[in-house]
């Protein structure tokens, strides 16, 4: 483990920044075990650990790849994502995965699987089916999904974990959950010491080692950030949304960070917080999972309820004291554009100040993003 803070988030973006997954691979040789690939956002990650399966977050290949094979597979007007993801595979920067999981969080994630199992048969994949009712209904319908999901996994690592061990990860997970949790809690309350950038960097690299590693990364640097010395600035607080899927590159989180905003709160990386709370580890483990699911998933773009959306980002910005939302969102991203018109309504209702702009998750020029974000941090110090 790195020694200081600076060392500890340039591990984090050497692991983030691989796309040959020579993490992943150094934890195969090391274990014997298996390695699964999990697309946005959500994926049984409890399952696959108990099975002895490293989850894998695949995320696309960000602004670290240049999409030529990919192009020829997807037509041109949906996000990046299944573009840089097939050239990744097409390239052998997959290589190292046993299977994927393509949950069904919108029509291009679906038509990916359909891709890639024809693309490449001799790897296992899964096709993961939400729940769309969330009562009873969906929790029984969500536990035969995730049971049967979980044979697969047993199949492929040649294990056959009991109910108790799949209750041990969960708890493994629930600590994970609430290292991230006290980690943007710190950030809300001293944003100068515990920049967004860093954060995201840190709960990424969990997306490409074991979860005990992570959970002890993820201590290390809540203590040394906690420790430094660090000067508050007069930036403006605000809440960033839209990105639940396709990730913005890293240097453009660092580009609303330098145009005078503390990011006290996102929906970058939704996947590892998605669940609030802790899951129950007592009785039918798998169960417990789906209704977690159920009853304590963060609202968000792919997940539909009866209750009025925007409600929770409002709370949110009450909670969090921000003074401002901005919303950034993926190129041709349908649940996030589709759901920022009530998510604008409900802000809009709270008189909270808002932006908004779109990105690829390629995009390589800022300035008009941070002339943007400037803008809006200035406006929100001056008239707010």
């Not at 809440?239 to 996102?266: A, H, M, W």
Request: with cysteine.
């Amino acid at each position: 483990m790195a020694e200081t803070k600076a060392d500890m988030i340039d591990l984090a973006e050497e692991i983030v920044r691989d796309l040959e997954l020579g993490t992943v691979s150094k934890w195969k040789e090391k274990t014997g075990g298996k390695a699964v690939g999990c697309m946005p956002v959500w994926s049984p990650r409890e399952l696959l650990h108990a099975a002895g399966i490293l989850p894998v977050g695949i995320v696309g290949g960000g602004d670290g790849i240049e999409i030529i094979k990919g192009d020829a597979y997807f037509q041109s007007y949906i996000c990046q994502i299944p573009r840089s993801t097939i050239e990744m595979g097409l390239n052998g920067n997959l290589s190292p995965l046993d299977g994927m999981i393509f949950p069904s969080i919108c029509d291009v994630i679906r038509n990916l699987s359909g891709m890639w199992k024809m693309l490449f048969p001799k790897t296992p994949a899964w096709y993961l089916d939400m729940p769309q009712s969330f009562d009873e209904i969906g929790v029984d319908f969500f536990t035969h999904e995730l049971k049967r999901l979980f044979g697969e996994f047993c199949r492929v690592s040649g294990q056959n974990p009991d109910n108790d061990s799949i209750n041990r990860s969960i708890a493994i997970y629930n600590e994970n959950r609430s290292l991230i949790e006290e980690l943007y809690q710190k950030r809300r309350e001293r944003p100068w010491c515990f920049p967004v950038s860093e954060g995201y960097l840190l709960i990424r690299a969990g997306y490409q080692i074991d979860v005990k590693e992570h959970n002890k990364m993820l201590r290390s640097y809540i203590d040394l950030a906690a420790a430094s010395d660090c000067k508050a600035i007069d930036n403006a607080r605000v809440v960033v949304l839209g990105s639940f899927c396709e990730q913005p590159p890293l240097n453009l989180i660092r580009t609303i960070e330098k145009s005078g905003c503390y990011v006290v709160e996102d929906d970058f990386t939704l996947g590892a917080r998605l669940i609030k709370g802790e899951i129950s580890t007592t009785g039918d483990a798998i169960e417990n999972l789906a209704r977690a699911f159920i009853e304590q998933s963060r609202e968000a773009a792919f997940i539909y309820r009866e209750s009025e959306k925007g409600g929770e980002l409002v709370e949110k910005v009450k909670k969090c004291n921000a003074e401002g939302v901005v919303c950034c969102a993926p190129s041709f991203c349908d649940p996030a554009l589709l759901d920022q018109p009530m998510m604008v309504a409900a802000i809009e209702k709270a008189s909270i100040p808002y932006t908004s702009f779109k990105y690829a998750e390629n995009t390589g020029q800022f300035q008009v993003i941070r002339e943007q974000a400037g803008t809006f941090a200035d406006s929100i110090k001056l008239w707010s």
